[in-house]
């Protein structure tokens, strides 16, 4: 075979990469189940997927995971608390995230870069200049194809993350911090075209049915969704 011949052939057989879905929003919304049900929904449909979380994914990412949590790092400031989580970041997405695409693979993922822009951005007043170099040197070209930002009253919120015990060192904060915080998501999802804000409240059955039938729509019919540059 020539090395023509061989290079139309690998072309030929190249796998197409994957889509990148992520879940946000505020405490108490529902990330982490519907992360599970929508992982389980895809591959009812017969696709492969990776079912992630942030900060975490790796051994490396899930130390830092609990550092943040944990509020060890809250007495630093959030500029460095952003920079922990674009480390954490970086191995995430060099380990699992962009392997997973690369293969095919779909990849699920519990909170993403909106989570920083919101948390440390918007909450932290970290400056944009600063996320956005630390976005470009954690994530290179791997950018989500699809943002479900679920959300219900701060109050709600911070009412089902009571009822599960063990507040972090986001959820031990008052109702104006929260009520922030999806104010701030909201006001980013109304920036892109990969966001869809899914209204979190009713039962669990209830909130995946509507996912989806976003991700269908999103995802399978109406063609690509062009990743944020």
Request: net charge negative; charged share 20%; proline share 3%.
């Amino acid at each position: 075979m020539t090395n023509s011949s061989a290079s139309s052939a690998a072309f030929t057989h190249a796998v197409e990469p994957g889509r990148f879905i992520t879940l946000e929003g505020g405490e108490g919304t529902g990330k982490s189940t519907q992360a599970r049900m929508l992982a389980g929904y895809l591959r009812a449909r017969g696709i492969e997927v990776l079912e992630t979380r942030e900060p975490g994914g790796t051994a490396g990412a899930e130390a830092i995971r609990h550092v943040l949590l944990s509020g060890g790092a809250e007495q630093l400031g959030p500029s460095a608390e952003a920079l922990l989580f674009a480390a954490a970041r970086l191995d995430h997405v060099d380990e699992r995230i962009g392997p997973a695409l690369q293969a095919g693979r779909f990849v699920v993922c519990d909170r993403f870069i909106d989570s920083s822009r919101v948390y440390q951005g918007a909450l932290g007043s970290v400056e944009a200049g600063l996320l956005d170099q630390l976005e470009q040197a954690a994530m290179g070209h791997v950018r989500p194809d699809l943002t479900l930002v679920l959300d219900i009253p701060a109050e709600l919120g911070l009412a089902r993350a009571a009822a599960r015990g063990g507040a972090d060192r986001f959820e031990k904060e008052g109702l104006s911090y929260h009520s922030a915080i999806r104010q701030a998501f909201l006001a980013l999802a109304g920036q892109s075209a990969r966001h869809v804000v899914i209204d979190a409240r009713g039962s669990v059955a209830d909130v995946a049915a509507r996912i989806a039938a976003t991700v269908e729509a999103r995802l399978f019919s109406s063609g690509p969704v062009s990743r944020d540059e």
